[in-house]
C-alpha cells in the first residue's frame, strides 16, 4: 500500500524559509511524479510544484514561482519542498502527491495518492 508522509510545517515569519518533506513507503511497481498542493480553511486546493521521477523536469503554480523549489532524492524515497521569501498568503496545509509522472501531478485528478497534510503558518 502506498503511503506518503509529509513533515516540516511549521509557524516561521514573513520573508523566512522552511522546508517540507515527504517521504514515499510502498511506492508503486513503476517510476511516478511527486508534487505538492496546498489549500488554506474555505479555499480550493491549489497546484504549488511538481516533478518528475527523474528531477529533469520541474513545475510551478504562478503564485510561487522564483520563491519555492522542488526536489526529490528517490534513494530515500523522499521528495522535498525548498520554501524562500515566504509571505502571509503562503499559509495553508501542505499536501504531498504522487501521480504518474511530474506533469500529470500538476491536476487534482492526475494525483493518485495523497499525504495527509503539514501546516505551514506564516505571521506578519
Known amino acids: 500500500q502506498v503511503q506518503l508522509v509529509e513533515s516540516g510545517g511549521g509557524l516561521v515569519q514573513a520573508g523566512g524559509s522552511l522546508r517540507l518533506s515527504c517521504v514515499v513507503s510502498?511506492?508503486?511497481?513503476?517510476?511516478?511524479?511527486m508534487g505538492w498542493f496546498r489549500q488554506a480553511p474555505g479555499k480550493e486546493r491549489e497546484f504549488v510544484a511538481a516533478i518528475s521521477w527523474s528531477g529533469s523536469f520541474t513545475y510551478y503554480g504562478d503564485s510561487v514561482k522564483g520563491r519555492f523549489a522542488i526536489n526529490r532524492d528517490n534513494p530515500k524515497n523522499t521528495a522535498y519542498l525548498q520554501m524562500n521569501n515566504l509571505k502571509p498568503e503562503d499559509t495553508a496545509v501542505y499536501y504531498c502527491?504522487?501521480?504518474?509522472?511530474?506533469?500529470?501531478?500538476?491536476?487534482?485528478?492526475?494525483?493518485?495518492?495523497w499525504g495527509k497534510g503539514t501546516l505551514v503558518t506564516v505571521s506578519s
Open positions: 510502498g511506492r508503486p511497481l513503476s517510476t511516478y511524479g
Open positions: 502527491a504522487a501521480g504518474p509522472d511530474g506533469r500529470t501531478v500538476q491536476r487534482n485528478d492526475g494525483v493518485d495518492y
